[in-house]
């Protein structure tokens, strides 16, 4: 077993980097590209049952961001944006996403269909639709940002724990032998509470958080960039995802395999997220930051940083998130705040 190796459950991966679901692999051609990257797989890009979904990709308009949140002509290190949904017909493109599952499977990769969430019978018919493909992996985006502002109904955000675990329950009856991730959404603190929701609905694991939604005002035009509210993400997240996945791991004992997704751009960024929890991450902004090399080369720096200290990947799975104390075990510093104010303040 390499020192990359992980798996999800019982599904094994050959690394910890998976290319995720968005525009550059809503193709073949892009698919094939992540894969020759070195992923250990690809979630194609995602489809739904609602013809707005897809019409809403002619409306889909990006930005690349700096640090700062501010519009740059430079590579940015953050997409602001409104997307939309594959056009292709979706038995069509399960089809041929399948040929290629098929063909990989054999060097043990894989590629995933996915679905942003519109409605529990769509759902059903689009997992039964991926199983009779031959698809191994079924990814349920419950939790995409633009659900506020795209066409009612197009895209639809799960955040009530009940109903998702009634959702998956469904989802789960017509992909009887099938991987069946959950990816919740970055918009409700609830995450715990819903990764044992999708636990409980039959879930092998959750991927977790999607971007958070943001509007970036002009100081030239004074207007909102893009015209609309958009999403967000970005290297910024990372920290708070990582506490996400963290507070998921107590609150499911360890027993839910997580997946993190939102900021990771280098391997110090997938081993922060495995330290929280994470047995694989999903990255996406880096192959439109810096294409499909930036995959490569963020699985080159965690093997690098693990044959430089004689670790597996899996061996760090947790770690930070086992270690995670409260306020009130910290011992008493009663002056360290005098540190951090200017020296005005204690004259
Ligand atoms: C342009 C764009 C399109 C996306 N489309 C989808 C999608 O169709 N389905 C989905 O589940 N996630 C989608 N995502 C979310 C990504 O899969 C990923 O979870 C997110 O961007 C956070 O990871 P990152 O920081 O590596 O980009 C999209 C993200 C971007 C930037």
């Given at each position: 077993m390499s020192r990359l190796s992980t798996s999800?459950?019982?599904?094994?991966?050959?690394?910890?980097?998976?290319?995720?679901?968005?525009?550059?692999?809503?193709?073949?051609?892009?698919?094939?590209?992540?894969?020759?990257?070195?992923?250990?797989?690809?979630?194609a890009k995602s489809v739904n049952e609602n013809p707005a979904g897809g019409r809403q990709l002619d409306r889909a308009d990006y930005v690349r961001l700096d640090a700062q949140g501010v519009p740059t002509a430079g590579r940015g290190v953050s997409l602001?944006?409104?997307?939309?949904?594959?056009?292709?017909?979706?038995?069509?493109?399960?089809?041929?996403?399948?040929?290629?599952?098929?063909?990989?499977?054999?060097?043990?990769?894989?590629?995933?269909?996915?679905?942003?969430?519109a409605g529990a019978e769509g759902a059903v018919s689009i997992a039964g639709m991926a199983r009779r493909a031959g698809l191994r992996v079924f990814e349920l985006n419950?939790?995409?940002?633009?659900?506020?502002e795209a066409a009612a109904g197009a895209i639809v955000q799960e955040t009530d724990p009940g109903r998702l675990t009634d959702l998956v329950r469904q989802v789960r009856a017509v992909t009887e032998g099938m991987q069946l991730w959950v990816k919740l959404t970055g918009l409700s603190s609830n995450l715990p509470a819903l990764a044992v929701a999708a636990r409980a609905g039959g879930a092998d694991a959750v991927c977790m958080m999607g971007r958070f939604m943001a509007l970036v005002p002009d100081l030239e035009t004074f207007a909102p960039v893009l015209g609309t509210?958009?999403?967000?993400?970005?290297?910024?997240?990372?920290?708070?995802?990582?506490?996400?996945?963290?507070?998921?791991?107590?609150?499911?004992?360890?027993d839910l395999p997580l997946m993190g997704t939102n900021g990771v751009r280098?391997?110090?960024?997938?081993?922060?997220?495995?330290?929280?929890?994470?047995?694989?991450?999903?990255?996406?902004?880096?192959?439109?930051?810096?294409?499909f090399g930036g995959l490569t080369r963020v699985?080159?720096?965690?093997?690098?940083?693990?044959?430089?200290?004689g670790l597996t990947f899996r061996e760090l799975i947790g770690r930070?998130?086992?270690?995670?104390?409260?306020?009130?075990?910290?011992?008493e510093t009663p002056d360290r705040w005098k540190d951090f104010v200017p020296k005005e303040t204690l004259a």
């Amino acid at each position: 077993m390499s020192r990359l190796s992980t798996s999800i459950g019982g599904f094994p991966l050959l690394n910890p980097v998976i290319c995720a679901s968005g525009e550059p692999v809503m193709t073949e051609a892009g698919i094939r590209a992540a894969l020759r990257a070195g992923v250990a797989g690809v979630i194609a890009k995602s489809v739904n049952e609602n013809p707005a979904g897809g019409r809403q990709l002619d409306r889909a308009d990006y930005v690349r961001l700096d640090a700062q949140g501010v519009p740059t002509a430079g590579r940015g290190v953050s997409l602001f944006n409104r997307s939309g949904l594959t056009q292709r017909g979706t038995e069509e493109w399960f089809a041929a996403i399948a040929a290629i599952d098929r063909e990989v499977g054999r060097e043990g990769r894989f590629v995933a269909a996915s679905i942003v969430y519109a409605g529990a019978e769509g759902a059903v018919s689009i997992a039964g639709m991926a199983r009779r493909a031959g698809l191994r992996v079924f990814e349920l985006n419950v939790g995409a940002p633009h659900a506020s502002e795209a066409a009612a109904g197009a895209i639809v955000q799960e955040t009530d724990p009940g109903r998702l675990t009634d959702l998956v329950r469904q989802v789960r009856a017509v992909t009887e032998g099938m991987q069946l991730w959950v990816k919740l959404t970055g918009l409700s603190s609830n995450l715990p509470a819903l990764a044992v929701a999708a636990r409980a609905g039959g879930a092998d694991a959750v991927c977790m958080m999607g971007r958070f939604m943001a509007l970036v005002p002009d100081l030239e035009t004074f207007a909102p960039v893009l015209g609309t509210s958009a999403a967000y993400g970005g290297g910024w997240a990372l920290p708070i995802v990582c506490r996400f996945l963290a507070l998921t791991r107590k609150a499911t004992g360890g027993d839910l395999p997580l997946m993190g997704t939102n900021g990771v751009r280098s391997g110090g960024d997938v081993l922060r997220m495995a330290l929280c929890g994470a047995s694989a991450t999903e990255l996406l902004s880096i192959v439109m930051h810096e294409g499909f090399g930036g995959l490569t080369r963020v699985i080159d720096e965690v093997d690098s940083f693990l044959a430089e200290r004689g670790l597996t990947f899996r061996e760090l799975i947790g770690r930070s998130a086992d270690a995670l104390t409260s306020y009130g075990e910290q011992p008493e510093t009663p002056d360290r705040w005098k540190d951090f104010v200017p020296k005005e303040t204690l004259a």
